[in-house]
């Protein structure tokens, strides 16, 4: 029989959804790829960028290069209790957060307040909808944390019971064993053929010999 190794809380809760799988493989390529055509670019503009737009070329880059970090680490890693979920949901907020306020900038400099409204509605909704996310994979990952504490309690309650019966088991047999014909039929049971073939022997000639006895007083 195939002895399976003993599974702890941690890899009965450790693992990543297949959609999941797939949705982490499409952020991760959206944002190498996003990364690498602003890189591109930047690089091949015949001539030098404004300050702001390089400064903002910068950032867009370092967000796609850290949505791609994080969707490979999460893919390999495979991080427990739903803390990737909760990386992931902050950093978007954030992001979400400094966006709304560039932008916001932008637009008030250039469009004036038709400009600014419409920018800070897109911006407001990007930082509910992370906010909301944030919210939503922190109890996810609370969940998580009960059921490892479930499975923890679980785990020790069956080492205390297993424990409570092999020590039980030694002074059961050092108890002294009744004496009678039933206990020893009934000990007989549990022995090898030889055994038993020995104590029938024994028990027939001890009766022999108890009736001789009696034949002899009488």
Do not use: C, K
């Amino acid at each position: 029989m195939t002895e399976h190794p003993q599974l702890t809380p941690d890899h009965i809760l450790r693992g990543v959804s297949l959609s999941r799988r797939v949705g982490l493989t499409v952020a991760g390529l959206g944002g190498l790829l996003g990364a690498g055509l602003l890189g591109l670019l930047w690089a091949t503009e015949p001539t030098p960028l404004p300050g702001r737009t390089q400064a903002a070329f910068a950032a867009m880059i370092v967000v796609g290069l850290t949505w791609a970090g994080l969707a490979a680490w999460t893919l390999v890693r495979r991080p427990l209790f739903a803390i990737d979920r909760v990386v992931t949901a902050s950093l978007a907020l954030i992001f979400s957060l400094l966006s709304t306020v560039w932008m916001a900038r932008l637009a008030w400099n250039r469009s004036g307040v038709v400009g600014l409204l419409t920018v800070a509605g897109v911006g407001l909704t990007l930082t509910l909808v992370s906010a909301t996310l944030l919210r939503r994979a922190r109890a996810y990952r609370a969940t998580l944390l009960q059921r490892r504490r479930r499975l923890e309690q679980d785990t020790e309650h069956d080492t205390e019971h297993d424990t409570e019966q092999d020590t039980a088991t030694p002074q059961a047999g050092r108890m002294p064993l009744p004496i009678g014909p039933l206990a020893l039929a009934l000990r007989l049971r549990r022995t090898g053929p030889a055994t038993r073939t020995v104590a029938v022997l024994a028990l027939v000639l001890t009766a022999a010999f108890l009736a001789g006895l009696v034949l002899l007083v009488r």
